[in-house]
């Protein structure tokens, strides 16, 4: 049941039910156990692994990962974390720092997210990320928000509304201590001439 300690970086700690109680980093995961259902909002501060159900909003102003695979009825936000949903999101919406997998159904609500989004589930709602990528076993209807990348595979069942977002232009405004020079022009500051 228990792994030889051979050196505190391979040393794995099993849980009771001879699981990892720790992923391959020694990062410790919350575990909610399908059966199990939980009223209210959900406050974490490492990785969590859903197989049960929660009524209720799921946060982390950490890195922390959400894995969702039994079934969630709210929010879900996680600062620079990953959502991965393989179960069920019910009315709600997700912002990610990461990335976000849709295997399994999310309907309603917005996905935001700072990194991917792939879906090769079901969707029903709005989805805005840098980069989207649709699976060929996705089936939805909704609105894809992209700003750099966006890809439909042949075969995927979609009633969407596609639209690129514009970042806002950076603008520089010229102050009195900027000098504008003229890179093709000879720069006499410089002691040089063309």
């Known amino acids: 049941m228990f792994k030889k300690r051979e050196s505190d970086a391979e040393y794995i700690k099993l849980d009771d039910y001879g699981k990892n109680?720790?992923?391959?980093t020694g990062k410790k995961i919350n575990t909610i156990m399908k059966g199990s259902k939980l009223t209210g909002d959900?406050?974490?501060s490492c990785d969590l692994d859903l197989s049960g159900e929660v009524e209720g909003n799921i946060s982390s102003e950490?890195?922390?990962n959400i894995a969702i695979k039994g079934i969630?009825?709210?929010n879900i936000r996680t600062r620079?974390?990953?959502v991965n949903i393989e179960g069920e999101l019910i009315n709600g919406d997700v912002t990610a720092g990461g990335d976000v997998k849709i295997t399994g159904?999310?309907?309603?609500?917005?996905i935001r997210a700072k990194g991917k989004i792939f879906v090769n589930g079901e969707f029903k709602g709005k989805l805005e990320s840098n980069e989207i990528e649709v699976g060929l076993n996705a089936k939805g209807k909704g609105e894809l928000l992209y700003n750099e990348y966006i890809s439909i595979s042949k075969g995927a069942q979609v009633e969407v509304h596609i639209s690129q977002t514009q970042e806002k232009p950076l603008t520089v405004k010229k102050t009195p201590e900027m000098k504008i020079v003229n890179i093709d022009?000879?720069?006499k500051e410089a002691g040089g001439t063309k």
């Open 21 to 24: 109680s720790a992923d391959n």
């Open 42 to 44: 959900i406050n974490i």
């Open 62 to 64: 950490q890195d922390s």
């Open 72 to 74: 969630c009825r709210g």
């Open 80 to 82: 620079e974390g990953n």
């Open 105 to 110: 159904k999310f309907n309603g609500g917005t």
């Open 185 to 187: 022009a000879p720069n």
